[in-house]
Every structure is written in structure tokens, then in C-alpha cells.
């Protein structure tokens, strides 16, 4: 239900600057709090079935995900792919 709320968010055109930054620290505090346990938890994870890897890095470069603790990587990940 959040992370359905976050998506939603992600696409409403109409947020201000502020706002979308507000968005960005609260997906990263997502992020920090589950990293080690990628999961349904993050609508990045959620939204891909899986950590998202395209450019297949290393762990030690991204720890899996190429959005990892990153707000506004997750914000564009999640605003472009759903």
C-alpha cells in the first residue's frame, strides 16, 4: 500500500521542487533501512521483481542495485518503469 503511494507520487507532475526532493530523501530512507534485505519493501525492488542491475556492476560497486541509496535514482527508476 505505501509503495503503491510512492509510485503514485512519483508521477504527479504538479509536485514542486521541494517536494520531489522530499519524495527522493524518503525513498533513500527506504533504501537504508532494507538494503541488506532487498524486498516487496522497496518500490524499486517491488516495481523490477528484483534489485535492478542493468549495467551489471559488481556488489561492491552498488551493493546489486544501481539505485542503492540513491532518492533520485529510485525516483527515476520508478517514475519511468511503472
Known amino acids: 500500500m505505501l509503495n503503491q503511494f510512492l509510485i ?3 508521477h504527479n507532475d504538479t509536485f514542486t521542487e521541494k517536494q520531489v526532493q522530499s519524495l527522493c ?4 530512507e527506504i533504501c537504508d533501512n532494507t538494503h541488506a534485505h532487498c524486498n516487496e519493501v522497496c518500490p524499486v525492488y517491488e516495481i523490477n521483481g528484483a534489485p535492478v542491475n542493468p549495467d551489471n ?3 561492491d560497486e552498488n551493493s ?4 542503492f541509496k ?3 535514482r529510485m ?7 511503472s
Open 70 to 72: 540513491h532518492g533520485h
Open 8 to 10: 503514485e507520487c512519483c
Open 25 to 28: 530523501d524518503a525513498l533513500y
Open 64 to 67: 546489486g542495485c544501481d539505485c
Open 75 to 81: 525516483y527515476s527508476f520508478i517514475k519511468n518503469n
Open 57 to 59: 556492476k559488481t556488489f
